[in-house]
């Protein structure tokens, strides 16, 4: 069981900038790690996948956000800028299971979740 913990949640202007942590309990190193984004009354929505150094990001917030990874903190992050009312909505960090394969914005393609931060973002 990897276990993820993410914090940095909060509220803040659009246009605004916000950082998220997820603190993972194995090695992020060569794992698929993942932000997904789940506004309520929707599907969860993949936000961004890294791995090896490869990141995919949802059209939504391409240009806008960021992922990467500290393997010496075994800690993934989101960078977000230029924030929009309709970025607000809980974050959840994913990670893949112990098997290499595709790293995708799928939700079926990570195995461990995070618990989420919520993410508010005023007008």
């Known amino acids: 069981q990897v276990q993820l913990v993410e914090s940095g949640g909060g509220s803040v202007q659009a246009g605004g900038s916000l950082t998220l942590s997820c603190k993972a309990s194995?090695?992020?190193?060569?794992?698929?790690m993942a932000w997904f984004r789940q506004t309520a009354g929707q599907e969860r929505e993949g936000v961004a996948t890294?791995?090896?150094?490869?990141?995919i990001y949802a059209d939504s917030v391409k240009g806008r956000f960021t992922i990467s990874v500290d393997n010496a903190k075994n800690t993934l992050y989101l960078q977000m800028n230029s924030l929009k009312p309709e970025d607000s909505t809980t974050y959840y960090c994913?990670?893949?299971?112990?098997?290499?394969?595709?790293?995708?914005?799928?939700?079926?393609?990570?195995?461990?979740w995070g618990k989420g931060t919520l993410v508010t973002i005023s007008p």
């Open positions: 890294l791995r090896n150094g490869a990141m």
């Open positions: 194995q090695t992020t190193r060569g794992r698929c």
């Open positions: 994913a990670a893949q299971g112990p098997v290499d394969g595709s790293c995708p914005l799928l939700e079926s393609a990570l195995r461990y």
